[in-house]
Nanobody, 118 residues
Framework: QVQLVESGGGLQQAGGSLRLSCVASGRIFGVDTMGWYRQAPGKQRELVATITRGNSISYADSVKGRFTISRDNAKNTVYLQMNSLKPEDTAVYYC????????????WGQGTQVAISS
């Protein structure tokens, strides 16, 4: 099992910055990817950014150039630095751990609220 604990959400004004952190514990090994997803009220959960153990990164088009994902494998921690925040970034942000090899595993954190005021 893998447990994920997010932190760093809160209320911020448009144009400001926030940094999210997610610490993973448990069976962390293998070919794995950590990522951030978000879900706004009334909308489906969507991918924000992902990073593999080898630091291959992908971003949603809506956050490119504003958000930066990074990972510290020694600390089993993934970060999301969010700059130039917009009201449409308001959502619950969820951390995800996904392992494809040697054994399949997928886990979600409990979520952290991010609210951006205009």
């Amino acid at each position: 099992q893998v447990q994920l604990v997010e932190s760093g959400g809160g209320l911020q004004q448009a144009g400001g910055s926030l940094r999210l952190s997610c610490v993973a514990s448990g069976r962390i090994f293998g070919v794995d990817t950590m990522g951030w997803y978000r879900q706004a009220p009334g909308k489906q959960r969507e991918l924000v950014a992902t990073i593999t153990r080898g630091n291959s990164i992908s971003y949603a088009d809506s956050v490119k150039g504003r958000f930066t994902i990074s990972r510290d494998n020694a600390k089993n921690t993934v970060y999301l630095q969010m700059n130039s925040l917009k009201p449409e970034d308001t959502a619950v942000y969820y951390c995800n751990y996904d392992r494809s090899f040697p054994e399949r595993m997928n886990s979600w954190g409990q979520g952290t609220q991010v609210a951006i005021s205009s």
